[in-house]
């Protein structure tokens, strides 16, 4: 009985994580750490470690997805991911610092409002126009871009998968999918670098829940990028919206089981 449900409670996180990865670039570890957490009783540093392996793969996939259909901005995505990692470090050094830098529901609240902002008005950036901006005035936007998400991550400990979306949209005008496709390449090696960190200071957590999550994840992670690549961008838009409101909606409900 309990390994049903073990199996159970990865499936539904490892849905909700790789439709949120595959569709909006939403990091799994918004969805599946307090979902262990809160159903199997999993020490939280344990439900991080396997959330970000099963990140690396379903983001990975995803990239390679978005990748294939030109919808992947690799030059600039360098850029921001460097200027991530490097700030994540810093903000986490600065939290560490101070009593008390956690934002609870922060995660959260940005999950649903982005939500509501791709319903409401959508990103209609063209190709064409997304590109017409010089690459160095793209190249130092998205520096300043990953220093600010990487600060922020640090210092709050989330937000980053959608804080890449929102800068990439918004700061730099990337269409939408694009802005996904380059948003999960960064997340697929700053995912691999939280997860060895992880299991090398805390050691491996439970194997069967380790794999679960990440195979849920990489499939449905694989299937919504399928998806949102075929979809014209005003559903795409929609459907973005949609899910990060249920995703958020469902981690709010979470939280309040716990």
């Known amino acids: 009985m309990e390994i049903i449900i073990k199996i159970a409670v990865c499936f539904f996180a490892g849905v909700g994580a790789g439709l949120g990865t595959g569709f909006a670039g939403m990091s799994a570890a918004a969805i599946i750490s307090p979902v262990l957490i809160t159903f199997l009783g999993m020490p939280a540093y344990d ?54 830098s956690t934002m609870g529901n922060f995660s959260v609240c940005m999950t649903m409002l982005l939500g509501v902002k791709f319903i409401l008005k959508p990103v209609m950036t063209t190709r064409e126009a997304m590109e017409s901006a010089p690459m160095g005035v793209r190249m130092i936007k998205s520096a300043i871009g990953g220093t600010g998400i990487g600060f922020i991550c640090g210092f709050v400990g989330a ?43 805390g050691g491996m957590p439970d194997a069967v829940t380790l794999v679960l999550c990440v195979v849920f994840t990489l499939i449905w992670a694989r299937i919504a990028s399928k998806i949102a690549n075929k979809a014209d961008n005003r559903t795409l838009n929609r459907a973005t919206g949609v899910i990060l409101l249920i995703l958020g909606a469902v981690v709010l409900g979470v939280g309040l089981i716990k």
């Open 159 to 201: 937000g980053g998968g959608l804080m890449m979306l929102l800068v990439l949209t918004s700061m730099l005008g990337y269409e939408l999918k694009t802005a996904v496709g380059t948003s999960v390449f960064i997340m697929s090696f700053t995912a691999l670098t939280g997860a060895l960190s992880h299991f090398g200071i």
């Open 47 to 100: 439900a991080v470690g396997i959330a970000l392996a099963s990140d690396v793969l379903a983001s990975a996939v995803s990239a390679f997805t978005y990748r294939r259909n030109g919808n992947l901005d690799v030059k600039n995505g360098m850029v921001m991911m460097v200027f991530v990692l490097l700030f994540t470090m810093a903000g986490s050094y600065v939290a560490s610092l101070l009593p008390d």
